[in-house]
């Protein structure tokens, strides 16, 4: 008789576990596309969504055994570039560039 440990049980059968992503993108009056790959993962999602790939996303669904999700603000989140703040360095040199330039467009 083959018996088989709970905890190895559950491990294995959460290793078999089906899981992909549903990308509905709107193209207008064209219509609509729902990209459906069973082999894409969540970080090649997020990695087509920072590049540009996925645009006009209407939404995105995680498909994980049977239930469904809209994860679509949790990608939004993790693709958006971090916003880096300017220094005061920045700041500065910004105003003598604009300083320079009015100085160049000067009445003579």
Do not use: C, W
């Not at 905890?7 to 294995?12: D, I, L, M, P, Y």
């Not at 899981?19 to 999602?45: C, K, L, N, S």
């Not at 990695?47 to 809209?70: C, L, P, Q, T, W």
Request: hydrophobic residues 45%.
């Amino acid at each position: 008789m083959l018996r088989i440990a709970p905890a190895r049980f559950a491990a294995a059968n959460r290793a078999t576990r089906m899981r992909y992503f549903v990308v509905m993108i709107d193209y207008g009056r064209r219509g609509r596309e729902a990209i459906v790959d069973p082999e894409i993962t969540r970080r090649e999602v997020i990695s087509r969504v920072a590049s540009g790939e996925y645009k006009n996303i209407s939404f995105i669904h995680e498909i994980a055994d049977s239930s469904v999700d809209d994860i679509i603000a949790e990608i939004l989140a993790e693709a958006a570039l971090p916003e880096i703040p300017a220094t005061a360095a920045d700041l500065q040199a910004g105003r003598f560039d604009h300083a320079s330039d009015l100085r160049k467009h000067e009445a003579v």
